[in-house]
């Protein structure tokens, strides 16, 4: 639903993705991941745009190097796994690979990574050393986990689903607690990657939140609030039992509104998905503090749905949990209007 806005003539005008450099991180750390969407499939390159080689259904267990291409993050297919399923892979292409978090595409996750298989203990395994084991290594044991924390998706909003889970200074089991925090409270942040556990680096350097407590028994602790821009009411409804929408008097007409509220920011926001192909109007963008530089690399779709999510959070944060907008960007709808005519349009060639 987030993409049917979407128009086909111009999406048949974007370059090809073979044209384009992606931006790419070095490997993470292979591994074993359930598939938790309905679906997803395998592609002959990290974009979107590349084509579907396979599906793969709810449960299945896929195996590959996380990446981050473009800020988005991306399964590469081990060689094993692609031989295990019988994957017809096409000629010429280097590498399969599937997409980790489709929050950019309005779908949630799609991948959640596995703890490590833990192979049985043999005869020579289980008997006494008789050498004299290695000292522990002391600058590994000195180093601060968030510096080897990677991230795994893009920021988004997390509940807690758990009945309590501690924020803490680092991303470790034994990092600084900070504050024990209840079920049903809502955080906004990036997911990552630390020693092999999940972890949510929380905004505003707020501390870590651990995502999935399967490694100590506890299950999942954290999953992602439902996208904004997929469903208000549904978000609308999660955000009130926080402590800012308890404070808000709900009436037959919130619901209404917020239906308004919806149609209004996509109506406002759809013509930026032609506009986003000129670097000109991107500038313009950042300058307002719409998006950062790095965004640049999102494509018009990416850029688009993120102001969209933007818009969307203030005007609705108002009337769901009566908080306060920042000042800067434009996000009200008279201002924002008035910044697409006034600094934007001019820059949109046509």
């Given amino acids: 639903q987030a993409q049917s806005f979407l128009c086909p003539a111009w999406r048949c005008q974007r370059a090809h993705p073979q044209n384009i450099a992606p931006k790419m991180s070095p490997p993470g750390q292979d591994g074993r991941y359930e598939v938790v969407h309905d679906r997803i499939v395998l592609r002959t390159g ?9 599906v793969f ?25 692609l031989e295990e399923s019988k994957v017809t892979i096409p000629k010429d292409v280097q590498g399969c ?17 596995l703890p490590p298989d833990r192979p049985p203990l043999t005869a020579a395994a289980a008997a006494p050393a008789v050498s004299k084991p290695a000292p522990p290594d002391e600058s590994a044991a000195k180093q601060d986990p968030a510096e080897v924390a990677r991230p795994t ?4 909003e997390y509940i807690v689903v758990n009945t309590k889970i501690v924020r803490r200074k680092t991303p470790a089991i034994d990092g600084a607690p900070l504050k024990v925090h ?15 556990v999940p972890w949510l680096r929380v905004d505003k350097g707020a501390g870590w939140m651990m995502i999935d407590g399967e490694s100590i028994g506890l299950g999942t602790l954290l999953s992602p609030a439902t996208d904004i821009a997929e469903d208000i009411l549904l978000w609308a409804e999660e955000h009130k039992k926080t402590e800012g929408g308890k404070s808000v008097v709900w009436t037959a007409q919130t619901e209404g509104e917020l239906q308004q509220i919806a149609a209004k920011t996509h109506s406002q926001v759809e013509p930026l998905k032609f506009w986003c192909e000129h670097n000109a109007v991107l500038h313009r963008l950042e300058h307002a503090g719409f998006i950062g530089s790095d965004d640049f690399t999102l494509g018009a779709d990416g850029v688009a749905m993120k102001i969209l999510r933007f818009l969307l959070r203030c005007r609705a944060g108002v009337l769901v949990m009566a908080e306060d907008p920042p000042e800067n960007p434009p996000w009200g709808e008279d ?4 910044f697409l005519r006034e600094n934007v349009e001019p820059q949109a060639p046509f």
């Fill in 97 to 113: 690979w599937m997409l980790i978090d489709g929050r950019s595409l309005g779908l949630g996750q799609l991948l959640k990574r």
């Fill in 153 to 156: 998706g893009v920021s988004g």
């Fill in 182 to 196: 209840n079920k049903g409270e809502i955080f906004c942040g990036v997911p990552h990657m630390c020693n092999n």
């Fill in 57 to 81: 259904k709810r449960g299945d267990i896929v195996h590959g190097s996380p990446f981050q291409v473009n800020n988005l993050p991306w399964l590469r297919a081990s060689d094993e796994f």
């Fill in 46 to 54: 990290p974009s979107t745009d590349e084509k579907i080689i396979q």
């Fill in 335 to 338: 201002d924002f209007q008035a």
